[in-house]
């Protein structure tokens, strides 16, 4: 699962990674906005390293953050 969250008032959409599934995105109002996207894999992976993903903000902004979380499947 991947998030990306970025305060601007510019910003108004994002471009997810190729391959990704989006699950989730967010636009708040006024000059103080944050939006967000929020994706995963689709599917269930197998154990080992990974590339990165990098998802697009339709404008620059320097106060931006992302991260990923590695889930386990239940059982």
């Keep these: 699962v991947s ?20 699950r989730s995105t967010q636009a708040g109002t006024g000059s103080g906005r944050i939006t967000s996207l929020l ?12 590339d990165g993903v990098t998802a697009t903000a339709d404008s620059a902004s320097v106060r931006a953050t992302m991260w990923s979380l590695v889930l386990a499947p239940a059982g």
């Design 39 to 50: 994706t995963d894999g689709g599917a269930q992976v197998p154990a080992g390293v990974r």
């Design 3 to 22: 998030y990306w969250g970025e305060k601007s008032s510019a910003t108004t959409a994002w471009t997810a990674p190729q391959g990704q599934t989006v």
